[in-house]
């Protein structure tokens, strides 16, 4: 690697402060958005293939979000003329990444974990019926949501005897089986599938399965804690502003966001190949941290090509 390039690449890494943060951010977004808008020409064949498309859809467009928080907020009231000037709200922004965690452990279990077609299918409708589940439970009175409450219970008994015809199903244990049904019931979808067994996973444990390391651990709890109310939470959030840390609390919710979105565009690639044919295009610098991410997170098994490797 070039003198230049290698200095380049550890700055943009490190990112030290908030406008490099910021600069390495854009590289990670725009890797992404090149990566979707080639393959968008494609198309999808499945319905879970065009779902997955929009969950990827879904992470990238928060990136845009998180890209504009990280601008300085300036406000004036017009009542009684009281203003903010150059603050941040990085709460804001860990709402926004815990979206992009649940997006990726949710994309890398049905997607890349899944040995078959036909685990992909059963995940996938596990997903789709926990969502049309919840829906049942509005009320509604205007008649044609009346009527689109009874057209989605026709979809969910057909998608459970969909489901009951899955090859992968019908290979569970009788226990795994009595799992799903219940967990269907109770608009559950997280499961993982080993063998003949099925069984509910935590999202701690989904990011855990898709091949992250230590270094990611507790990263869940933490998001959480900062986007509900909880005590824990207001207390962050008063002390931030009083010891005027809210720009590195800000710098540090984006790097977090970077390397999941990293590692969702790796999977991303892994689960379509022929992203892959842009990504080798882009520039050098784009996919040594895609790589780098992956490999610093995950293991050296995860990156995508060999740029970057002899940093």
């Not at 977004?29 to 080639?38: A, K, N, V």
């Not at 059963?122 to 019926?129: A, H």
């Not at 057209?151 to 009595?178: V, W």
């Not at 992203?275 to 995950?298: A, E």
Request: proline share 2%.
């Amino acid at each position: 690697m070039r003198l230049d390039i290698r200095s380049e690449y550890s700055r943009l890494l490190s990112s030290k402060d908030l406008q490099v943060m910021i600069e390495s951010y854009k590289i990670i977004t725009d890797t992404g958005f090149s990566i979707f808008y080639e393959h968008g020409k494609e198309g999808t064949k499945t319905s879970w293939d065009y779902d997955g498309n929009l969950l990827y859809q879904m992470t990238m467009l928060k990136c845009l979000s998180v890209l504009k928080l990280a601008e300085p907020i300036n406000y004036t009231n017009d009542v009684d003329g009281t203003s903010l000037k150059n603050t941040y709200d990085p709460f804001s922004v860990y709402n926004l990444v815990r979206a992009q965690y649940e997006a990726f452990c949710n994309f890398n279990n049905i997607y890349i974990q899944s040995k078959s077609t036909q685990e992909i299918e059963l995940k996938y409708y596990l997903w789709v019926l926990s969502g049309l589940n919840y829906r049942q439970r509005f009320k509604v009175e205007a008649k044609e949501n009346v009527e689109k409450k009874a057209h989605e219970k026709k979809e969910i008994d057909d998608i459970i005897a969909t489901l009951e015809l899955n090859t992968c199903y019908i290979q569970l244990e009788d226990q795994s089986k009595k799992n799903i049904q219940d967990g269907i019931k109770k608009r559950d979808w997280q499961y993982k599938i080993e063998g003949n067994k099925a069984s509910k996973i935590a999202w701690h444990e989904m990011m855990t399965n898709a091949g992250t390391n230590d270094m990611l651990e507790g990263q869940y709890s933490f998001l959480s804690l900062n986007t509900h109310p909880s005590n824990v939470s207001v207390f962050q959030f008063g002390a931030m502003y009083n010891e005027n840390e809210q720009e590195s609390f800000t710098r540090m919710a984006m790097q977090l966001s970077k390397i999941l979105v990293a590692l969702s565009i790796r999977d991303y690639c892994v689960y379509f190949p022929t992203c892959m044919k842009t990504f080798n295009k882009l520039p050098s610098m784009h996919q040594m941290l895609i790589n780098t991410y992956n490999r610093m997170f995950r293991d050296e098994s995860y990156v995508l090509n060999n740029h970057g490797e002899d940093f």
